[in-house]
T-cell receptor
């Protein structure tokens, strides 16, 4: 049973560029949440997708956007990258109305 | 605003030396409290969910407990492989499914 997968593992971008991160949820899960984790901090909630719609959003600017596909996989897009966007981006999947969220290995984004 | 505070920030133990990690929380109606383990550069690994005060859960050398204001993660006779950052998160009632995390406790177990 495959767990949550994310790609790519690492990514290096320069300021002002755009990036797309991808996530495939755990088999049987239909909900995907994205989190940003800065070094030495706990993960911060970005947004959650269910039934291909954004259901809830944390305190992140509109530069952060996402998408969920019919197969429940998801993308996170970040436009106009800033140095402060450097972080580990985590995808978590869950089954709607069940509480446990299972995390993928993350994508390490470095903005130069 | 929902908030989670974990203490201590870092903890060093000798192998076999039992201890506890603390997670204090304020939330507008608790749906669940979650404990995760995170190894460096990797995603958090789910450990436990606790739903109501007085609940306890165990897994190998770990035992999690919950009161109305805090949760404890007790580590009994730890081994070096228990070294990791332990994260606590809360989920509030009311339709929101987001997890609010603390900053974690970095545990180091020396042989």
């Amino acid at each position: 049973d495959a767990g949550v997968t994310q790609s790519p593992t690492h990514l290096i971008k320069t300021r002002g560029q755009q990036v797309t991160l991808r996530c495939s949820p755990k088999s049987g899960h239909d909900t995907v949440s994205w989190y940003q984790q800065a070094l030495g901090q706990g993960p911060q909630f970005i947004f959650q997708y269910y039934e291909e719609e954004e259901r809830q959003r944390g305190n992140f600017p509109d530069r952060f956007s996402g998408h969920q596909f019919p197969n429940y996989s998801s993308e996170l897009n970040v436009n106009a990258l800033l140095l402060g966007d450097s972080a580990l981006y985590l995808c978590a999947s869950s089954l709607r109305f069940f509480h446990e969220q299972f995390f993928g290995p993350g994508t390490r984004l470095t903005v130069l | 605003e929902d908030q989670v505070t974990q203490s201590p920030e870092a903890l060093r133990l000798q192998e076999g030396e039992s201890s506890s990690l603390n997670c204090s929380y304020t939330v507008s109606g608790l749906r669940g409290l979650f404990w995760y383990r995170q190894d460096p550069g990797k995603g958090p690994e789910f450990l436990f969910t606790l739903y109501s005060a007085g609940e306890e859960k165990e897994k190998e050398r770990l035992k999690a407990t919950l009161t109305k204001k805090e949760s404890f993660l007790h580590i009994t006779a730890p081994k070096p492989e228990d070294s990791a950052t332990y994260l606590c998160a809360v989920q509030a009632r009311g339709g929101s499914e987001k997890l609010v995390f603390g900053k974690g406790t970095k545990l180091t177990v020396n042989p």
